[in-house]
């Protein structure tokens, strides 16, 4: 395994054996808050816990560090909790992807400069996991991540609930007057009724899924529900194998390979995953010094059957995920899609860790030669109008849209589209093709999920529900339609998205991987000398660092400074 590059010593035991003052100053200050002479010989074993009370869907952090101390006890190392900042989905303005970046950086340098032999990385709401896969690929301490585990499934009226494409469909329904404040209410309280992330196939299950399916979380631990007393012994189980780890020298990147890589993106694939994960995978492969193109993504798409029944794209939720196996019985389904031979934090590999694994319920992980889709869940779509890639979630797209032609209405802004979408004036029907300008990762800034542009009031009330959308934001992964995004270019950057104006006819073509505007070259390149761009949105402090560094969405939207070095230098 890596070699270690400071000396042979572990990083601990450099603090607490040195024969100066600073051993002598480690010591004293370690041993008063209550440990012994023998813990201090024992590898140190980092815990990263990201519990807040302003995140819900780490609201059960502090029980789960507990059960991961007893197993690294058990192990024979010595826990060690400390805090990053906590990202949760529903408060964080104006957008969690602000802070991604933000936490990846807390999380590497606290890795850095501590002395942590191993670590436990607790994430589970949407931007966490990738952050802290970030700061794992670049700090290259032994880690393992544990993840937080889904809710379990909402219940009203004998129907399943999942937060959050149900979010959207009630405030749809109520928007268009089939729903009173009360019926509102009712299921407000009846969506979320555990601890636990989101519990359909959004961003947070697709990450979750792929801290697996990259060999970075021990096998099964994505879809065990929160409150189910299998993840306290999963959390145990984390506990001792880090420590495993560490007496083995294991580390990130002898696990994150640009082949796992690969087995990742099939596993996203396969599972009709969110569109933000490209993005994250996009930035962990950079941390790697790997460049992942577009095009990687739509090959591995293309070779890649559409197997898992969840919701936003199927049928069932993560509850019956984890009754139907988990990852690794997908992962067992499509095995011989994947690189057997990745190495993962078991000690063994892919192919090792399958062995024996079964599916054990059908009609949520489809056969391989019987998928419910012959192609993974993402497209990458290119054409005048995104010359560097844009994104849509063809499993989530409405039959009739996949190919489509229609003219544009265009709102310049995220404030504008607030404005005006509801203007029972606006010259909108159901072939228009909806764009948003300046909601990307400089524009917005950092790429709000608001690509989910909502239908027009007067469009919903004639029964309208689906309409082709175009932005360079971002959606939730729990969002459904016919939405293209990470357009890139972004608009605040000039890209062609900013040259589209009311009127102009727009083609998507899922097929041919189309999206294009019918505007003669001429003509755009009237409109370019006329475009301005917007005003900054900050002047000072890390907003004004995000913007000045920020890469583009089909670079994976991290800090052109945290790439390394010689993949930089490469472009
Ligand atoms: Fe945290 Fe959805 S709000 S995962």
């Known amino acids: 395994m890596a070699a270690d590059t400071e000396n042979t010593k572990r990083r601990g035991e450099n603090y607490f054996t040195d024969g100066g003052l600073w051993g002598f100053i480690h010591r004293s200050f370690t041993k008063s808050m209550g440990y012994t002479e023998e813990d201090l010989a024992k590898p140190v074993i980092g815990i990263c816990n990201t519990f807040s009370e302003l995140n819900k869907c780490h609201s059960h952090f502090n029980e789960l560090v507990d059960y991961v101390k007893r197993g690294v006890w058990q192990a024979g190392g010595l826990p060690m909790e400390f805090p990053t900042i906590s990202i949760g989905e529903p408060y964080v303005k104006p957008t969690t992807m602000l802070l991604r970046n933000l936490m990846a950086m807390d999380t590497e340098e606290m890795m850095k400069a501590h002395p942590i032999d191993g670590v436990v990385l607790i994430g589970g709401c949407d931007k966490t996991v990738p952050a802290q896969l970030m700061a794992a690929a670049s700090a290259n301490i032994p880690a393992i991540v544990l993840t937080g585990g889904p809710m379990l499934n909402g219940r009203l009226h004998g129907r399943s609930l999942g937060a959050c494409t149900d979010c959207y469909q009630f405030t749809l329904e109520h928007k268009a007057g089939n729903l009173s404040d009360e019926q509102l209410a009712t299921a407000e309280n009846a969506i979320c009724r555990s601890d636990g992330h989101c519990m359909v196939m959004g961003t947070a299950s697709t990450m979750a899924s792929i801290a697996e399916a990259i060999g970075m979380a021990l096998p099964g631990c994505a879809a065990i529900p929160a409150p189910d007393s299998r993840r306290r012994h999963m959390a145990e189980r984390t506990g001792k194998q880090i420590v495993a780890l560490v007496k083995e020298n294991i580390r990130p990147r002898d696990i994150m390979t640009e082949r796992a890589l690969e087995n990742a993106i099939r596993v996203t694939m396969a599972s009709g995953g969110s569109t933000n994960a490209i993005i994250h995978l996009v930035a962990i492969a950079g941390r790697l010094g790997i460049r992942l193109p577009l095009e990687r993504f739509d090959e591995l798409a293309a070779s890649t059957p559409f197997l898992l029944n969840l919701r936003p794209s199927g049928q069932y939720q993560m509850e019956e995920y984890f009754e139907a196996g988990g990852v690794p019985s997908l992962m067992k389904e499509m095995e011989s899609l994947l690189h057997g031979d990745c190495l993962t934090v078991t ?98 800034p950092a790429m709000p999920e608001i690509g989910q542009i909502p239908i027009p009031k007067k469009l919903l009330q004639k029964g309208v529900r689906d309409m082709v959308r175009i932005s360079d934001a971002r959606i939730s992964g729990t969002s459904y339609g016919a939405l293209i995004v990470h357009v890139a270019p972004e608009a605040a950057m000039g890209g062609p998205l900013a040259l589209v104006r009311d009127g102009d006819v727009v083609e998507l073509d899922i097929a041919a991987r189309r999206l294009h505007m019918e505007v003669d070259e001429a003509e755009l390149a009237r409109r370019r000398s006329e475009w301005r761009a917007p005003e900054p949105h900050y002047d000072r402090g890390y907003g004004l660092l995000f913007i000045e560094h920020v890469l583009q969405a089909d670079r994976g939207c991290d800090f052109d400074f945290l790439v390394p070095k010689e993949l930089r230098d490469q472009e």
């Open 347 to 444: 000690g063994g590999t892919i192919a090792e860790n399958l062995n024996g694994v079964e599916v054990l319920d059908r009609n949520v992980i489809f056969p391989l030669d019987k998928p419910l889709d012959p192609q993974g869940g993402i497209a990458v779509l290119r054409g005048n109008l995104a010359p560097n890639g844009a994104l849509i979630k063809q499993t989530a797209v409405s039959a009739h849209l996949r190919k489509h032609k229609g003219k544009a209405v265009v709102f310049e802004s995220p404030a504008d589209l607030d404005r005006r979408i509801d203007d029972p004036g606006l010259d909108v029907d159901e072939n228009s093709v909806l764009i948003l300008k300046n909601a990307g990762p400089k524009g917005a």
